[in-house]
């Protein structure tokens, strides 16, 4: 099992930067990729952004490439993203997410554990 614990969202304005984290406890080792995912009030869960444990891989949905970056501290368990340049539209709970079979880097239904969520409000 692995435990993901998220922290750092909060209501800022248009233009403005957020950081948000995510610690993982627990079966650790098992980890192949981590990240995030988001949803808006009525829709869909989405891709975000996502980190290979060993080698550090990063993935990007094209909405946020170039505002967003991922990083990962493996010594803390750690996974943060940067935000910067935020937009309204990129209001939502961040969920942080892992995966352990190496089956997927973007697909919700393939990642294996959950955070409970983070809300990140951006006002214009």
């Given at each position: 099992?692995?435990?993901?614990?998220e922290?750092?969202?909060?209501?800022?304005?248009?233009?403005?930067?957020?950081?948000?984290?995510?610690?993982?406890?627990?079966?650790?080792?098992?980890?192949?990729?981590?990240?995030?995912?988001?949803?808006a009030?009525?829709?869909?869960?989405?891709?975000?952004?996502?980190?290979?444990?060993?080698?550090?891989?990063?993935?990007?949905?094209?909405?946020?490439?170039?505002?967003?970056?991922?990083?990962?501290?493996?010594?803390?368990?750690?996974?943060?993203?940067?935000?910067?340049?935020?937009?309204?539209?990129?209001?939502?709970?961040?969920?942080?997410?892992?995966?352990?079979?190496?089956?997927?880097?973007?697909?919700?239904?393939?990642?294996?554990?959950?955070?409970?969520?983070?809300?990140?409000?951006?006002?214009?």
């Amino acid at each position: 099992q692995v435990q993901l614990v998220e922290s750092g969202g909060g209501l800022v304005q248009a233009g403005d930067s957020l950081s948000v984290s995510c610690a993982a406890s627990g079966r650790t080792s098992s980890i192949y990729t981590m990240g995030w995912f988001r949803q808006a009030p009525g829709k869909e869960r989405e891709f975000v952004a996502t980190i290979r444990w060993s080698g550090g891989h990063t993935y990007y949905a094209d909405s946020v490439k170039g505002r967003f970056t991922i990083s990962r501290d493996n010594a803390k368990n750690t996974v943060y993203l940067q935000m910067n340049s935020l937009k309204p539209d990129d209001t939502a709970v961040y969920y942080c997410a892992a995966d352990v079979d190496g089956s997927t880097w973007s697909q919700p239904a393939g990642m294996d554990y959950w955070g409970k969520g983070t809300l990140v409000t951006v006002s214009s």
